[in-house]
């Protein structure tokens, strides 16, 4: 029962997170003397090589990334050791699941014991994909980093539009039994479908914050 209740924890607090970048938007732009939008050299559209950019940087830096998530979290945990790390995309023991990354882990004696640590190392990654989407939402959503400019652009993409995809991707397409979320439902022990649920609610909302994003990143 605490295991449901601190999971139900951590989905409110993700969606306070979304709440906070829907109130940035109300932020009024700086105006000029004359009450109109402050000029800006606005950058060219280029929209092809972002979307064509976006997967060579997911199947390489993001899969570091959440790859890394899981380490990272592994690491710190006594009751585990890190062992291949390979964020890269790959047959496990050659076959016949294929997986985008892995990440190996061992324990022993009592170690093994600790589920809730297992779990938290399987969720690791949805946790940073959250914090990268919402902090890039933020920064676009505030306008400290012009929307519409070159860097803004970027921003967008390798922090809204690849950690959503990551985190919308783990919920569903990969959902199956070497999946993050099936090892999140069996180390709490709560049906599969129930983490799929919550991803994918957290990503319907995500879903609509790109859209924001891509209105400022490409207003034309």
Not at 33 to 53: C, I, N, R, T, V
Not at 129 to 152: E, H, I, M, R
């Amino acid at each position: 029962m605490m295991k449901r209740i601190s999971i139900l924890t951590v989905v409110a607090c993700l969606q306070a997170f979304f709440i906070q970048s829907a109130m940035a938007d109300d932020n009024p732009t700086p105006l000029n003397g004359a009450g109109k939008p402050k000029s800006e050299k606005k950058a060219k559209d280029g929209k092809f090589w972002y979307f064509a950019a976006t997967p060579v940087y997911y199947l390489s830096v993001h899969m570091t990334i959440h790859e890394g998530s899981h380490a990272f979290v592994g690491a710190i945990n006594p009751n585990y050791d890190v062992g291949d790390f390979k964020p890269w995309p790959h047959l496990i023991d050659g076959g016949p699941h294929f997986v985008l990354g892995s990440v190996g882990f061992s324990c022993s004696g009592k170690g093994c014991q600790d589920k809730t640590g297992f779990g938290v190392i399987s969720v690791a990654p949805y946790i940073t994909d959250t914090v990268l989407f919402t902090t890039s939402d933020l920064l676009l959503s505030a306008n400290a980093v012009k929307p519409n400019s070159v860097p803004g652009r970027v921003l967008y993409f390798a922090g809204m539009v690849v950690p959503w995809w990551d985190l919308f991707s783990n919920s569903t397409i990969w959902a199956n039994k070497t999946s993050d979320a099936n090892h999140i439902a069996q180390s709490f022990e709560i049906p599969r479908w129930s983490v799929m649920a919550v991803g994918m609610g957290v990503s319907a909302v995500g879903l609509w914050r790109l859209w924001k994003g891509y209105k400022r990143a490409f207003p034309k």
